[in-house]
């Protein structure tokens, strides 16, 4: 049941027939989780609480910093130098303090993972490392919760849901981290500060919409938003049948490291000078140029790309070689590891395919530093 001010303040979620009374009690009832108290899980939080989620869990261990006051709405001026755990109750429950706000001042890892997540009903990926990530993605797997991604980059965002209704999970979109160290963090290279704002908002309509169970969610695409040419596309990925589902956690640590004890495999990841070493062998690899054709004109890789905006691969696909190595790049390597995936969803085989790890970007500061960057 619900108070009079309880009916007052959902009152235009009640008049939605895809909401209504009974919508307004699943998310009353709902607990979700969110992974970092930062530039994603700022919007994230604030919608979720005035959404009327019953039960919001935050995991974060750092403290407010005043840099970062220019994203993470969720804190002020007045809780910099506070623990970011304490600063989000306290604004959850300004918003609405019919939520209940469970508190983990601590950073997510093997030892508490299954433990946290097995007492909620879905998890947002409010991360900003890839060793988080990958244990959050083996933990939600383990426990089976849906787990809503999104990470950003400079200006480029992704989206998507993963472990829904048999859905895929991140490991058949994204199966091993990129090399270590190849993927600057914002704190290195900045970033636009309404970014994660859309990006947060989206993972918390997907959240709200799992919850309600209506429309279409996420769960085996990947959305990619680009703020600076205000553009969205998307690309589709599926449960990748040969992959064994995560049943324990591992050393995360080590592995986006790069240390394993498993024999060698092929890496659909290749560093700038492993790329320009082949670039000049006898039997070269096709390079696939999928970027904006506004991108070009900043600069390109001279060896004689072909390019093929990503909007476009799916029409010109049964144009590329199946036959040969082709190294697809972008800006910063995220749309063309999605890009990769969409060619073996065509029918490419995977060993024929790899990502250029940190895209133009990362060949630009490795390979060639003549060539203007944006």
């Excluded at 990502?355 to 133009?360: C, D, W, Y």
Aim: charged share 20%.
């Amino acid at each position: 049941m619900f108070t009079q001010d309880e009916m007052t303040r959902y009152s235009r979620h009640l008049l939605l027939p895809e909401v209504g009374k009974v919508g307004q009690e699943r998310l009353k009832n709902a607990r979700v989780l969110v992974v970092g108290a930062g530039g994603l899980g700022s919007p994230a939080l604030l919608y979720l609480a005035s959404a009327g989620v019953g039960t919001i869990g935050i995991i974060d261990p750092d403290t407010v910093d005043l840099s970062n006051l220019q994203r993470q709405v969720v804190h002020d001026s007045a809780t910099v130098g506070v623990a970011k755990v304490t600063s989000v109750k306290q604004r959850i429950l300004a918003v609405n303090p019919n939520c209940t706000v469970r508190t983990f001042e601590s950073s997510l890892c093997p030892k508490n993972a299954i433990e946290i997540l097995g007492v909620f009903d879905l998890v947002i990926d409010g991360t900003d490392n890839f060793r988080t990530r990958y244990l959050l993605a083996d933990a939600s797997e383990i426990v089976g919760i849906p787990f809503v991604y999104g990470a950003i980059f400079r200006f480029d965002g992704q989206v998507s849901v993963f472990n829904h209704k048999g859905g895929p999970g991140y490991r058949d979109l994204f199966p091993t981290p990129p090399v270590a160290g190849s993927i600057p963090t914002c704190a290195a290279t900045g970033v636009l500060g309404v970014l994660p704002g859309v990006i947060g908002t989206l993972q918390a309509t997907e959240a709200i919409k799992i919850i309600l169970d209506i429309g279409e969610t996420l769960s085996g695409r990947l959305l990619l938003y680009s703020a600076l040419t205000m553009r969205i596309d998307q690309v589709t990925f599926e449960r990748d049948k040969d992959r064994e589902p995560a049943s324990k956690l591992i050393d995360y640590v080590a592995f986006c490291a790069g240390v394993t004890d498993k024999p060698a495999t092929f890496s659909r990841e290749i560093s700038p000078s492993d790329l320009h070493d082949l670039l000049g062998s006898e039997s070269p690899p096709l390079l696939l140029d999928i970027r904006d054709p506004q991108e070009l004109e900043i600069c390109t890789i001279s060896h004689n790309a072909k390019h093929v905006p990503l909007a476009m691969l799916g029409h010109v696909a049964a144009e590329l070689p199946k036959d040969r190595a082709i190294v697809l790049f972008c800006h910063n390597g995220q749309r063309s590891q999605a890009a990769l995936m969409a060619l073996i969803s065509l029918g490419f085989e995977s060993t024929h395919l790899q990502n250029l790890t940190g895209g133009i970007l990362a060949w630009a500061a490795q390979v060639d530093k003549t060539l203007a960057t944006y």
